[in-house]
């Protein structure tokens, strides 16, 4: 900080605090695999978050299906939560805001591995903590899978 006392003009001061404070980092160890059309929840990429809190989020997610590109992902929040989620991928940008819960499309006929970068803020009643949970599927598609071969999520407390 400014300071006309010292030969310098500066003066080093402790930190006020104010920054952001990771609550939770975790990644994707093992692939996971589905065949249904309605999104399941992916046993890793879940975020814990506590009551009468607000935390920003983010997913990065490798999805991976078998024909046609065609991806089906949700992001779901404890009871009560309010907030919302938004994603892209490597090829397309649907920069649309959803709620928890609401679903939202990828499809690359092209290329059928894509990156995912899913995005968002979520602030809990003072009685609901849970789960930030990250849910795929594929959109139609007889016999082809979806599959996730990586991923991580990070939430940071912005109380």
Do not use: Y
């Not at 992902?73 to 309010?82: D, H, K, L, M, Q």
């Not at 397309?92 to 939202?104: E, H, K, L, R, V």
């Not at 059928?112 to 598609?141: E, V």
Request: glycine residues 12%; contains cysteine.
């Amino acid at each position: 900080q400014a300071n006309s006392a010292t030969s310098t003009g500066l003066e080093w001061i402790a930190s006020g605090g104010g920054g952001i404070s990771f609550n939770e980092i975790v990644r994707k160890t093992s692939d996971q695999s589905e065949s249904g059309t309605t999104p399941v929840s992916d046993t890793e990429l879940k975020l814990a978050i506590g009551v009468s809190k607000t935390f920003i989020f983010q997913f990065d997610v490798i999805l991976h299906e078998t024909s046609t590109g065609d991806i089906k992902e949700s992001v779901t929040a404890p009871t009560n939560a309010i907030g919302g989620w938004s994603a892209s991928n490597s090829n397309t940008n649907t920069g649309d805001t959803a709620n928890f819960g609401d679903i939202q499309f990828s499809s690359n006929s092209t290329d059928t591995m894509l990156l995912h970068h899913i995005g968002g803020w979520c602030t809990t009643d003072a009685s609901n903590s849970g789960d930030i949970q990250f849910q795929f599927s594929k959109r139609s598609g007889a016999g082809a899978t979806v599959s996730i071969t990586g991923g991580m999520g990070w939430s940071a407390d912005v109380t």
